[in-house]
């Protein structure tokens, strides 16, 4: 395993350590619908978050919660009926321009297409194309970016990031489906960090392999992020599993963010009911056995989202005025710096910083 | 299924398809009642009419209505389809259902036979048997077509059934015991009636194209009119070389609006699966996305400002 | 960075163990060998049906089948067609199982009768000098109906409710829902008898000397194929764009569409190479099944057009109750199809390094 980075040539300009912890993406109200016949549901509603470089953020929640909606918006790969209806994706790109990347048009997007905005879909099965030896589907994408590039250059490229997932190289001559689940998912990542990403988005990189391979891959992508310095955005329904490697995690339902804040602040004060329930129903591995709760109910239908919060019909705490006043996400506490949380239980701030 | 009949195109092509049966059905009390004629009858004063006047769709070389022929050909074609149509939707369900849902060495059998009666040339198959039975009537025809029609129906059948065989409820009932008969008629073949329909609708239309074909090349005696014989015969008798279109095209059109309902039926079938094909959602979204490029207009410029 | 960070992982994966090279190329051969073995059971189901159908035909066909050569020759058939009738269907005298062995028999010394219609030529004589000809009209017309409908079928469905999809796709329906032969007529009528641009019956010039290394002749066998092939063309293209159009619907919601577009490659890259190659793979096992159609197609179009392939002998063959010269050309056929089967198979074994069988 060689310890230089992945290309010394660009690598003094790219993921930079001296702009980590920069903003790199403000994302703002952001809205994302499923156009149908009958009306528009909502995907995504208003969300709102900062991802500074090098940051990793961890995005939760249930299965129809918006998280899968909301990644497709971010990398603009989504397909109709989904449509991003309003909000910005404020992209600060390593030459210092910012970018909206919903109004940014196709031609001028696809050049940042991973070079800055990487994505590691689930299953690699699906996602690497079945008919293409790994090589092609690595050269493919580094020649598209760099285009005076030589062949030689190329396949030297291809075996060094191969072996930095732990991946013999001659295994790119191999065909996907000749390579085993695990090797497959680690290629997929090896391939999202082709070009030197600035942002890697992943979308449940692990749910398709076993434990052993999941904590496996997951090291090795720590370990790649603090080497090359790349964001992350992670989504998962793992809770857990975001606790052990996020900076920040947020919490997604019907279509909103319900609380955002570090690990250890969600895990040990879950403000919101909701956080409080998917903690209790997903323990972290080193924890002590306790009993496990789940949350009682179901997620709403998005077509037809409960009036007020959409989790009061769920929700244990609920007060009177859930069922009509929608809370915003709203900071609570001057000393847990940006903490957010969307609930009625918690009385927010002023902007001038005295708890109520 | 309530969704099934709102589908715009399922509703059109069923249209279509219930006029024809409807035509095959008073086909013959509209030629003599309304229309005054038969399809034979010989109008020596107007032998191969332009359309108008007293023979609205014109005549033939010898002087025969086109349209008392085509409305009466409409009921041979038909016949013929349905008929063929029953047999082979019938066929393939006895083979594909069972195969699928008995599965093992039955399952292997049945597919082979299926897959080498599909991978069979059929058309010259029925030709040569149609050619050693020295007069073919219409029943033997339709028996002959779906005799050649089931393996494809067959297959989608099978596909299906070894599917729900697969399902919980199914596995279920496999658990308490019920016969295999009765589940099979029971709780089986109530799931398949959609594709049953469906491939019953294509089968009729396969049916109609077929006799239509070898009744071109003279299979089939007799002297009953199919839209197959009127383009036969406008073919044998010069109609075509003397541009008496009105003779050869309506029959062939009439096969191809057929054709094109059960493939607006099908269409209708795959939106209701794909919602993005759907053209009301279509119009939606494309509200929604003048929408976003109206802000993109606004906006102007790749570069916001921070 | 939090405390979290430092969780206990495990230690750096070893690298993959490579286990050489698992070509598909074993797969593949193994493929083939089954389909192979399938292709030569069907052979043998059409062999045996080609055997039986006349046998259990209502009425006698050897009788009439001599009840023809008398009317066509005009006078009592002699010893020597009785003989050779006697040989087609097997002496009465034998078993079925002898009568059986027996015409396997023949088969293998490629004895396949003498033709009626056209006695005493024998049957394969005939069959040579149609095949040719049959060979030329539906390979050249399959393929290029094959591509072009490929490519426009993957054009439409990569923006399905797209402009050109929701126009163009109603349309097609209606092209591919129009019969063969009357598709044809229509050809005739407004290319060869309205407009004059090319002969409408006929494969070649019968005025230019019938050679190979004629100049003139090839063009007139060009000319004169023309009206046909355009017919099995459009038939064609219509079929496959439709069904291309359905498989490229699906497959440009694959996720490895999706990575492709992620990655930033042009368009068309991501259309051809990712869903269109993808999308490809259904269609070409397509055309392993509708071969035996394609063959109706070409049949109807031969006898329109009284172009002189296997199609239009078949018919003649039909209408005059040439028995032997039928189940030939019926037997050729169906090899042919089988042989054209084995063709696509393997190309599917070259484009899909996965080659396992469909379902």
């Given at each position: 395993m060689t310890a230089r980075p992945l290309d010394t040539a660009?690598?003094?300009?790219?993921?930079?350590?001296?702009?980590?912890?920069?903003?790199?993406?403000?994302?703002?109200?952001l809205t994302v619908e499923y156009v149908t016949e009958r009306g528009a549901v909502l995907a995504c509603n208003e969300v709102s978050f900062t991802l500074r470089r090098g940051e990793i953020l961890g995005l939760a929640g249930e299965s129809g919660s918006g998280k899968s909606s909301l990644i497709t918006a971010l990398t603009r790969l989504q397909r109709l009926p989904a449509l991003t209806t309003g909000g910005e994706i404020r992209y600060h790109t390593r030459d210092g321009h910012l970018l909206d990347l919903v109004t940014l048009d196709e031609r001028r997007l696809r050049p940042l297409r991973w070079t800055e905005l990487a994505i590691v879909l689930q299953s690699a099965m699906a996602a690497f194309n079945p008919v293409m030896r790994l090589k092609a589907q690595f050269a493919d994408v580094i020649v598209e970016h760099q285009p005076?590039?030589?062949?030689?250059?190329?396949?030297?490229?291809t075996g060094r990031l191969l072996r930095m997932v732990g991946i013999a190289p001659e295994r790119a001559h191999s065909y996907p489906h000749e390579l085993s689940g695990g090797m497959r998912q680690r290629a997929l990542i090896a391939l999202a960090l082709a070009c030197e990403p600035e942002l890697v988005v992943m979308d449940e990189p692990t749910t398709a392999v076993d434990v052993v391979m999941q904590r496996q891959i997951m090291a090795q992508i720590l370990r790649l992020q603090r080497r090359l310095g790349f964001a992350v955005v992670f989504v998962t329904h793992d809770l857990s599993l975001l606790m052990e490697i996020a900076d920040r995690i947020a919490i997604m339902y019907a279509g909103r963010i319900v609380e955002i804040g570090a690990p250890q602040q969600l895990y040990t004060d879950p403000l919101h009911p909701y956080t409080r329930g998917l903690r209790d129903a997903f323990p972290p591995l080193h924890a002590p056995l306790t009993k496990l709760a789940g949350i009682p109910g179901s997620p709403p239908d998005l077509r037809d989202p409960p009036p007020g919060c959409a989790f009061h019909p769920r929700c244990a705490q609920r007060l009177p005025e859930c069922e009509q006043v929608l809370p915003r996400l709203h900071q609570v506490l001057p000393q847990h710096g940006e903490r957010q949380v969307a609930c009625l239980l918690h009385d927010s701030i002023d902007p001038g910083g005295e708890a109520s | 299924m309530s969704q099934f009949l709102t589908n715009g195109k399922v509703r059109i092509g069923l249209a279509v398809f219930g006029a024809f049966l409807l035509i095959a059905l008073i086909g013959s009390w509209l030629v003599s009642s309304v229309l005054g004629t038969d399809p034979h009858r010989i109008d020596y004063d107007a032998l191969g009419a332009a359309p108008g006047g007293e023979h609205l769709l014109g005549t033939t070389t010898s002087g025969q209505d086109v349209l008392a022929q085509l409305i009466t050909g409409c009921r041979g074609s038909v016949a013929v389809g349905l008929l063929s149509g029953v047999l082979a939707v019938g066929v393939a369900a006895l083979v594909g259902v069972t195969g699928g849902f008995i599965g093992g060495r039955t399952d292997q059998m049945l597919t082979a036979v299926t897959n080498i009666f599909a991978t069979l040339p059929s058309f010259p198959l029925m030709l040569i048997v149609a050619g050693y039975m020295a007069n073919v009537g219409p029943v033997a025809i339709a028996l002959l077509i779906g005799l050649f029609e089931w393996p494809v129906c067959a297959r989608y059948l099978r596909a299906q059934t070894l599917s729900l065989r697969g399902r919980?409820?199914?596995?279920?009932?496999?658990?308490?015991?019920?016969?295999?008969?009765?589940?099979?008629?029971?709780?089986?073949?109530?799931?398949?009636?959609?594709?049953?329909?469906?491939?019953?609708?294509?089968?009729v239309v396969t049916g109609v194209f077929t006799e239509a074909g070898l009744r071109f090349l003279g299979i089939g005696g007799g002297d009953s009119v199919t839209w197959g014989t009127m383009i036969a015969f406008a073919q044998q008798q010069e109609g075509v070389v003397r541009g008496?279109?009105?003779?050869?095209?309506?029959?062939?059109?009439?096969?191809?609006?057929?054709?094109?309902?059960?493939?607006?039926?099908?269409?209708?079938?795959?939106?209701?699966?794909?919602?993005?094909?759907?053209?009301?959602?279509?119009?939606?979204?494309?509200?929604?996305?003048?929408?976003?490029?109206?802000r993109r207009d606004r906006t102007n410029t790749v570069e916001v400002a921070s | 960075m939090t405390a979290t960070r430092a969780a206990p992982v495990q230690a750096p994966t070893q690298l993959g163990k490579y286990r050489g090279p698992r070509t598909g190329s074993r797969a593949g051969w193994s493929f083939l060998l089954r389909r192979l073995g399938f292709y030569l059971v069907t052979a043998w189901a059409a062999i045996t049906l080609n055997f039986l159908i006349p046998r259990f035909m209502p009425g006698d066909p050897a009788v009439a089948l001599m009840k023809n050569l008398q009317q066509a020759s005009g006078t009592v058939p002699n010893a020597a067609a009785m003989q050779a009738v006697r040989m087609f269907y097997g002496d009465p005298q034998q078993n079925l199982l002898q009568q059986y062995l027996e015409y396997w028999k023949s088969l293998a010394h490629f004895d396949f009768g003498l033709s009626v219609s056209h006695y005493p030529t024998p049957v394969s004589d005939i069959v040579l000098e149609a095949l040719p000809w049959t060979v030329l009209l539906a390979g050249a017309t399959t393929v290029i109906g094959w591509l072009l409908g490929t490519l426009l079928g993957a054009f439409l469905g990569w923006k399905p409710g797209g402009r050109a999809d929701s126009l163009l796709t109603p349309i097609t329906a209606f092209f591919y829902s129009l019969p063969p032969f009357w598709?044809?007529?229509?050809?005739?009528?407004?290319f060869g008898f309205t407009l004059g641009w090319f002969p409408i019956s006929g494969g070649y010039d019968p005025d230019v000397p019938f050679q190979m290394n004629n100049l003139w002749f090839l063009l007139s066998v060009l000319r004169?194929?023309?009206?046909?092939?355009?017919?099995?063309?459009?038939?064609?293209?219509?079929?496959?764009?439709?069904?291309?159009?359905?498989?490229?619907?699906?497959t440009v919601g694959e996720d490895y569409v999706l990575l492709a577009r992620a990655k930033g490659l042009r368009p068309h890259r991501v259309m051809l190479r990712y869903a269109a190659r993808n999308a490809l793979l259904p269609n070409v096992s397509g055309l392993a099944l509708a071969l035996g159609s394609i063959f109706g197609g070409v049949i109807v179009a031969e006898i329109v057009f009284t172009y002189p392939g296997l199609g239009y002998v078949l018919f003649q063959a039909v209408s005059s109750?040439?028995?032997?010269?039928?189940?030939?050309?019926?037997?050729?056929?169906?090899?042919?199809?089988?042989?054209?089967?084995?063709?696509?198979?393997?190309?599917?074994?070259?484009?899909?390094?996965?080659?396992?069988?469909?379902?």
């Open positions: 660009r690598s003094a300009s790219a993921p930079s350590s001296a702009l980590r912890g920069e903003p790199l993406l403000d994302v703002s109200r005076g590039i030589t062949g030689d250059e190329v396949a030297e490229r | 919980d409820f199914v596995q279920a009932l496999r658990m308490v015991g019920e016969s295999r008969w009765r589940m099979v008629l029971v709780e089986i073949m109530p799931h398949l009636t959609g594709i049953l329909s469906s491939l019953f609708l294509r089968a008496m279109w009105w003779w050869f095209a309506p029959p062939g059109l009439f096969i191809a609006l057929l054709g094109t309902a059960t493939a607006l039926v099908n269409f209708g079938l795959d939106e209701i699966g794909n919602p993005v094909l759907r053209h009301s959602s279509r119009a939606a979204v494309r509200r929604a996305t003048a929408h976003m490029a109206a | 598709l044809a007529l229509l050809v005739i009528y407004v004169y194929g023309t009206l046909p092939a355009f017919t099995l063309i459009f038939i064609g293209i219509n079929g496959w764009l439709f069904a291309m159009r359905n498989v490229m619907v699906t109750h040439d028995f032997p010269l039928m189940q030939t050309i019926f037997l050729l056929i169906t090899l042919g199809v089988l042989a054209a089967n084995l063709i696509a198979d393997s190309t599917y074994v070259l484009l899909d390094p996965r080659t396992r069988e469909q379902r």
